[in-house]
């Protein structure tokens, strides 16, 4: 039998926070998962500011937010393991992603992985989509491996994060891939409103919807393509926000998107179980809007796992790598093959 025990971090799309999750890990026979801590460090101005807008900023400045934000991450870290006394084997860090467009074969997710280890002196993994790009995948989703492994028992696992992403299991085999925007493109509107999302809901069951934006959204490519496919902030930007009249009240296009979001997700849950995850899932009324769409048994579980299972999954990606065992699928990515990916760091 073997255990682990692992720090996972993530940090979404939707730049909410810093997510770390300890978690242990025992293979016998099959693989185990148990969430023993976990918790999210809210991002300040600074950081939301610094990692909504690096896209646009020079080479130069990005290598140096990419050692900054390292140093940020460190610093959560060491708080959490101290505070919670808190002894890990290994560092798995999905970092931030600032640019993602696997057409042209270019990932980064900044959070030097090398800096992190220095600092928190334990072994530590990151850059986990370099290698998949290179092999012709998107580099994503990265998940599934954890939803074919841990989550057995599910036809269907949604993440509904920055952007929605769902894994099916047919066939003793998964396919995965990203659906719709998610929170990225509410969370964009209701900054507008001068909130930094719609708690519960709220403010878009207010609004009316406006058809013939949602007529035009349901009609862009991305969702005729066949998987595996994934989205990103370029994505949403060129072909989704430029949709969106500025002439439209902001309620009326959060009411029209979660509508959007709904029946996009709704259409792919066709049977049996669905394990739903991530910010979207405490939205209520997106998930009633999903469930009149479905026909699916819509399962949401405990906060724990609705806020750190992709932390956690990320946790178990770094395992696998340092067991040598394939953790990025191809019938998942379209690469060329399975592959073991992620940069390790070991003390010297």
Known sequence: MKKYNVIGVMSGTSVDGLDISFCRFIKNKKWKYEILNSKTYHYCNFWKKTLINLHSESKKKIKEIDVEFAKHISDKINHFTEKNKIKADIISS????VFHDPSKKITLQIGSGKVINELCKITTVNNFRKIDIDLGGQGAPLVPIGDKLLFQKYKYCLNIGGFANLSVK??????????CPANIALNFYCRKLGKEFDSGGEISRGGNMIKSLYDELNKIQFYSSNSPKSLSREWLEQNFLTKVSSSFK????????????AFQIGTNLKSQKTLVTGGGAKNKFLMDRICDFSSSEIIIPSNKLIDFKEAMIFGFLAVLRLNNEINCLKSVTGAVKDSIVGDVYKLC
């Open 94 to 97: 999905h970092g931030h992603t």
């Open 250 to 261: 902001v309620i009326d296009i959060l009411r029209t998107i979660v509508e959007h979001i």
């Open 170 to 179: 047919a066939n003793n085999s998964i396919k995965a891939f990203d659906i």
